[in-house]
Each structure stands twice: as structure tokens, then as C-alpha cells.
């Protein structure tokens, strides 16, 4: 919290105060939210400048082994259907396997190797799970899930929170679910541009706790 709070002094003021002022970084603020225009503020890629990492190496077994997971992981219909599902999917992982440490990623890629031979090591089949029938995939992994091994069951959640978790950030999800995060996004966008503004932070704002260090640092 603390650090974030000073990465927003530190973008509000990169040059320490001077000719700085709240009111000046409020009117720039204001500009470009008018140049931008309402509906630039909360598009899902922004032309910002943002660089993405580059998706991280995926040998070919390991890309397999992982679309089987998808495919199985993923809600069948009626739920949402989404004509790149993989595709999106794997790139999304790959990406945010670049921003973790160089071991936790490895630790994903040799998770998603086990899980895929999971149906042999549990004896339930002769193949990998990536070529056994999804509904008894899923009666497996479910199986896995609610395993009494804290390995077993850290090795289904690392896989099913990475992929879940991007299936469920997509549009057609959202879209499915009825569920519309514009305001929720926009209304943190505007608290963004008044903390960079040098207003005051409000328990309202849900940004709390506020340690005394993080009083100091926005006051």
C-alpha cells in the first residue's frame, strides 16, 4: 500500500515539487480525459504506451498438455463460448508466466505436466488427461480439488486460477453473466486522477488500511 501510494506521488511529482503544483497536475489530468474522450478511460487496451512482456517459451508437449487442461477446466456449454478459447487462454498464462519469478513459473509449467498424467497416477486411465473423455476429466480434477494432500490440492488450484481466472476477465463472460465492471473501473479511474491531483484520500475510496507511513507519504 505504501509503495503504491508513492509510486503515485512520484508520477504526480517525478521532479520533486517544483513547478508542480496539484492544481497544474488536476488541469493536465482534466486534458487529457477530455482529449481521450469517456469511453477511452475504461477500453480494455488502451493505446497508453503499456509494452506487454513477450509470452513465455512453451514447448510444444507442454502447450498440449495445457489446452487439455483448458478445455476441461473451462465452463462446457451452456456457458459461455468463446471461438478462440485456447488460444486466448494459453497467450494470456504465457504473458503473466513472464512476470513471475523464473522458479514459479517453472513450477506452473512442471504442475500442468502432473496434472496431465494425473489420470495414470491415480489409475483411472492409460493416457493423459489431455486425451481422456472431458466429463471424466472433470470428475477427476474435482476429485483432485477436494484431495486430503495439500500437494494435490495446490497443483489443481495453481492450474484453475490461472485459467479461470482469464476465462472469466473475458468479454463474452462478462456479457454471459450480465455483469458490467465499466463503472466500478471508471469510478477507480477517477480516484486515481485525485490522489495524482493531491486530494485527500477518504474511507470511502476503500483503500484502507491506512498505515501512518502512507498518511505521511499523500500528505
Sequence with gaps: MTLHLQM???????????????????????????????????????????????????????R??????????????????LPDLEDRIELHVRRM????????ALGFVVAVHVVDFAPMWRFRAWSRLQRVDRDDA??????????????????????????LSTFYDQEETHAAMGWKPLPFLTERIRLRERLLAGEPISPADHVLPISPVARETVA
Excluded: K, N, Q
Aim: contains cysteine.
Design 64 to 81: 498440449r498438455a495445457f489446452r487439455g487442461l483448458i478445455r476441461v477446466l473451462c465452463p462446457p456449454p451452456p456457458g459461455p463460448t
Design 138 to 163: 472433470e470428475r477427476l480434477l474435482t476429485e483432485m480439488g477436494r484431495s486430503r494432500s495439500p500437494f494435490v490440492r495446490m497443483l489443481i488450484l495453481a492450474v484453475r486460477g490461472l485459467v
Design 97 to 104: 508466466l513472464s512476470y513471475m519469478v523464473p522458479v514459479v
Design 8 to 62: 503515485v506521488r512520484e508520477r504526480s511529482d517525478p521532479a520533486g515539487g517544483a513547478g508542480r503544483s496539484a492544481a497544474r497536475v488536476a488541469g493536465e489530468t482534466e486534458a487529457r480525459r477530455s482529449a481521450a474522450g469517456p469511453g477511452r478511460l475504461v477500453e480494455r487496451h488502451p493505446a497508453d504506451g503499456w509494452v506487454l512482456a513477450d509470452p513465455r517459451p512453451m514447448s510444444g508437449p507442454t
